[in-house]
C-alpha cells in the first residue's frame, strides 16, 4: 500500500501548490486578512496539515479545498432536511460540481461512506482506549489517509471500467469494509454526540 500513498502524495502536491499560489495572491489582494486574529486567515483554500496528519477522515476532507466545503456545509448540508440525509446529498452535490463521470459519483459515494465510518468509529472511540493516545492518533492519520489515498485514484481514472478493474483488483474490499462498519455502526445505539473542537 506505500506505493499508493506515494503515487496519491505526489497527486495531492499539485493542488496543493495550485491552491497556495491561490492563496497567496489572494492574501496580496488584503481579501483575505482578519481583523480579529490579525491574520491572512479568512480565506483559506486548503489546509496542508490538516490533511497529511489530521486525525480523522472528516477533518482531511473538510480542509481539502476548504472554502468549497464551507460552501457546501451552509448552503447544502444545514439547509437539507435530515429525513434526506444531508451528509450523502452534500458529496452527491459536490460529484455533480466536479462533472458527470460516473466515476465521480463512486468517488463522492465512497467519500461518503469513508466520513460515516470514521463518525462511527469516533462515537465509539472507547473501543479503542487501551491504545496509548499516541498511538491511537498515528493510527487514526494511517487509516485515515489510506482511505482516501485508495480512493482518490479511483477519482483520476475518470472512466468506470478503469475504476473497475482497479478496485476489482483488490476484490472491492475497502468499500465493502466501509458497508459493513456503516451498518454495524446504524445498527449499534450510541449517545448523540458532536465532533470535538477543532
Not at 13 to 19: H, M, N
Not at 37 to 50: A, E, G, H, L
Not at 128 to 143: D, E, G
Amino acid at each position: 500500500m506505500w506505493y499508493i500513498y506515494i503515487a496519491m502524495f505526489a497527486a495531492r502536491c499539485l493542488y496543493y501548490v495550485a491552491w497556495k499560489l491561490t492563496d497567496t495572491a489572494i492574501s496580496i489582494s488584503g481579501i483575505s486578512y482578519d481583523e480579529t486574529t490579525k491574520k491572512f486567515d479568512k480565506i483559506v483554500s486548503v489546509d496542508i496539515w490538516n490533511i497529511e496528519f489530521g486525525d480523522s477522515a472528516k477533518t482531511m476532507i473538510d480542509s481539502w479545498n476548504h472554502m468549497t466545503a464551507v460552501w457546501l456545509k451552509h448552503y447544502v448540508y444545514e439547509r437539507c432536511p435530515k429525513k434526506f440525509g444531508p451528509t450523502f446529498v452534500t458529496f452527491m452535490v459536490s460529484a455533480f460540481w466536479h462533472g458527470f463521470y460516473p466515476n465521480y459519483y463512486w468517488f463522492f459515494f465512497n467519500a461518503f461512506l469513508i466520513t460515516e465510518c470514521s463518525w462511527i468509529v469516533f462515537k465509539n472511540r472507547h473501543l479503542f482506549s487501551f491504545m496509548p493516545p499516541k498511538v491511537r492518533a498515528i493510527l487514526a492519520n494511517f487509516v485515515s489517509l489510506q482511505s482516501i489515498s485508495l480512493h482518490g485514484i479511483g477519482f483520476a481514472l475518470l472512466t468506470l471500467d478503469k475504476v473497475h478493474t482497479y478496485f476489482s483488483s483488490m476484490y472491492y474490499f475497502h468499500t465493502i469494509g466501509m458497508i459493513i462498519i456503516f451498518a454495524l455502526g446504524k445498527a449499534i445505539p450510541t449517545k448523540s454526540e458532536k465532533w470535538k473542537p477543532e
